[in-house]
């Protein structure tokens, strides 16, 4: 997939994945949806965020847990 909405660069917040260049790292976005934040209220805390960008920044995580296994507990 080709993201267009997520920038990496080494002189920007220490290299890790961010939106469109703003200094808001995917990995907020994505937190804020688990905690339960709804799309608007992501957009009221960061007017400089689309609509777009939230759903590319889900893609991104979606693809980043793909690309690797995670450890997890056993189920009892």
């Known amino acids: 997939m080709n993201f267009r909405r997520i920038t990496v660069s ?12 703003l200094r808001i ?3 907020t976005i994505i937190e804020m949806v688990a905690q339960g934040m709804d ?3 992501i ?3 960061y007017p400089d965020l689309e609509e777009a ?4 920044a889900l893609q991104y995580a979606a693809e ?8 997890l507990l056993k189920a009892s």
């Open 64 to 71: 980043a847990v793909r690309e690797r296994e995670i450890p």
């Open 39 to 41: 799309r608007s209220e």
């Open 10 to 21: 080494p002189q920007q917040m220490g290299g890790v994945p961010c939106i469109r260049g």
């Open 25 to 27: 790292p995917v990995a």
């Open 53 to 56: 960008d939230i759903a590319e």
């Open 43 to 45: 957009l009221k805390n």
